[in-house]
């Protein structure tokens, strides 16, 4: 179960970064973090914390919406 959510949300953000004709460089460069980290994420191979969700969702110019 968990591992279907990392992977819908990597899928996410993969496709947000598409939409934006950004790279996984150019991604990582404005967050600060390595272009493994998003492809990991991207993959559904990372657990990322709020914090980063966050910083992505900023990066993406997007709004983050949590429902629990």
């Not at 493994?36 to 110019?61: F, H, M, P, Y």
Request: charged share 30%; net charge positive; with cysteine.
């Amino acid at each position: 179960r968990v591992e279907k959510l990392l992977s819908q949300i990597g899928q996410r953000i993969c496709d947000l970064r598409k939409s934006k004709s950004l790279t996984q460089h150019d991604l990582a460069r404005e967050l600060k973090i390595s272009q493994q980290i998003i492809s990991r994420i991207e993959r559904g191979n990372e657990n990322v914390s709020l914090l980063t969700l966050k910083s992505l969702a900023d990066a993406l110019r997007v709004n983050l919406k949590i429902a629990l």
